[in-house]
């Protein structure tokens, strides 16, 4: 399901890409995944194998108004093909080419307590000098990591909080007897 997934994403996002409306179509997805997650029916309606492809692509009409028109057909040849189960996975696969694509990197702080702003925008802005890329932050709290910060840039973790220092430690005195 997912090579299926990221072939339908990244047609997709080549075709909408040449055309000029990415930041659109990546909008307009999004919103129609986002109502899929939220109304239950809304998502039972378009899987279900007990609706016709006929009733199906009638309801796509009257659910999204306004569309890019490539979306509007990459929607109805999902429900064609009988995939729009993977609508999911293909809205998170077009979401990583969009960033990639406008050099965005996702940045999360993890500190014991409520970072002051200030300190969360300065980390984000010397990542952002460092990787020459766009950051968004998010600032999570975790007491468990007792101090310190544990900053994830992408698939990549900085650990330096003092429970994690305070593992090693342990693990060099184990070592050590």
């Known amino acids: 399901m997912e090579s299926i997934a990221r072939v339908y994403a990244e047609s997709l996002f080549a075709v909408v890409r040449e055309k000029g409306s990415l930041d659109t ?84 702080v993890t500190s014991a307590f409520e970072l002051d702003p200030a300190i969360a925008e300065q980390v984000g802005a010397e990542v952002e000098r460092q990787t020459g890329k766009s950051v968004e932050l998010t600032s999570r709290v975790d007491d468990s990591i007792v101090g310190g910060l544990v900053l994830q840039v992408g698939n990549m973790v900085l650990d330096a909080s003092i429970r994690n220092s305070l593992e090693k430690l342990r693990q060099s005195i184990a070592q050590a007897a």
Do not use: C
């Open 25 to 108: 179509v990546r909008e307009q997805l999004g919103q129609f995944v986002e109502a899929l997650r939220e109304n239950r029916d809304l998502e039972l309606f378009f899987f279900s194998p007990y609706f016709s492809t006929k009733e199906k692509l009638e309801g796509l009409e009257l659910t999204l108004s306004d569309v890019d028109p490539d979306l509007l057909n990459f929607l109805e040849m999902l429900i064609e093909k009988h995939r729009m189960p993977v609508v999911f996975r293909i809205e998170r696969r077009f979401e990583e080419l969009w960033k990639q694509e406008n050099e965005r990197i996702e940045v999360t």
